[in-house]
């Protein structure tokens, strides 16, 4: 089993759906926790990090659940600009490592 | 410079041959990482450095994989003897410390044929 698992997709959506994306960690010493954005054959780059207490930047929310050991993404009313793939990341101390999930691809259509 | 530097851009290279990556982190990160990632798939991690520790080398697919950091900066992946799997884009990355953002370089395209 993977360290972290992600929703495979893709997740093919009309323009102004809400669309949510789930990721499981299997390390309950995992500290902190983000969302990464990837366009194709670009670099990940941050979308947001995950706070315990649930966290909103616009038309996403991140949401963490440690005692089920995931968190969500839920993009509202999206945009044709969300397409791309989003990354789960979970950091642990203790014998460090950055683990990125395999990706969520998402295409959203006129 | 502003952000992680990587180089080269792109690399094609001969079957058993051997190749250097580099990687210039943002001045004062302390933590750099090293990612694999082939095409359609996800990053597959490689190698971290933080600081004076030891590194953590557990992603190295084998031992014809090596990575150092010099002076707390500027890193280097080498892959010896190079075979057709190694093709992939390999990713640098550096933060603050070892929970903060990490802020990715553009990467290297590695061909072996």
């Known amino acids: 089993r993977k360290e972290v698992e992600q929703d495979p997709g893709p997740f093919n959506v009309p323009e102004g759906a809400t669309v949510a994306f789930n990721c499981t960690y299997s390390?309950?010493?995992?500290?902190?926790f983000f969302w990464y954005r990837q366009d194709c054959r670009k670099e990940p780059k941050l979308l947001m990090s995950?706070?315990?207490s649930g966290n909103e930047d616009g038309r996403f929310t991140a949401q963490l659940n440690r005692a089920s050991q995931y968190i969500s993404l839920l993009i509202r009313d999206s945009k044709l600009s969300d397409s791309a793939t989003y990354l789960c990341v979970v950091n642990r101390i203790g014998g460090f490592k950055t683990i990125f999930g395999a990706g969520t691809r998402l295409f959203v259509k006129a | 410079g502003a952000g992680v530097s990587q180089s080269p851009s792109n690399k094609v290279t001969e079957k058993g041959k051997d190749v250097e990556l580099r990687c210039d982190p943002i001045s004062g990160h302390t933590a750099l990482y090293w990612y694999r990632q082939s095409l359609g798939q996800g990053l597959e991690f490689l190698i971290y450095?933080?600081?004076?520790?030891?590194?953590?080398k557990s992603g190295l697919p084998s031992d014809r994989f090596s990575a150092e950091r010099t002076g707390g900066s500027v890193s280097t992946l080498t892959i010896q003897r190079t075979q057709q799997e190694d093709s992939a884009v390999y990713l640098c990355?550096?933060?603050?410390?070892?929970?903060?953002?990490?802020?990715f370089g553009q990467g290297t395209r590695l061909t072996v044929v």
């Open positions: 995950v706070y315990s």
């Open positions: 390390n309950s010493a995992s500290q902190s």
């Open positions: 990355a550096s933060s603050w410390t070892a929970n903060t953002e990490a802020f």
């Open positions: 450095f933080q600081g004076n520790s030891a590194p953590d």
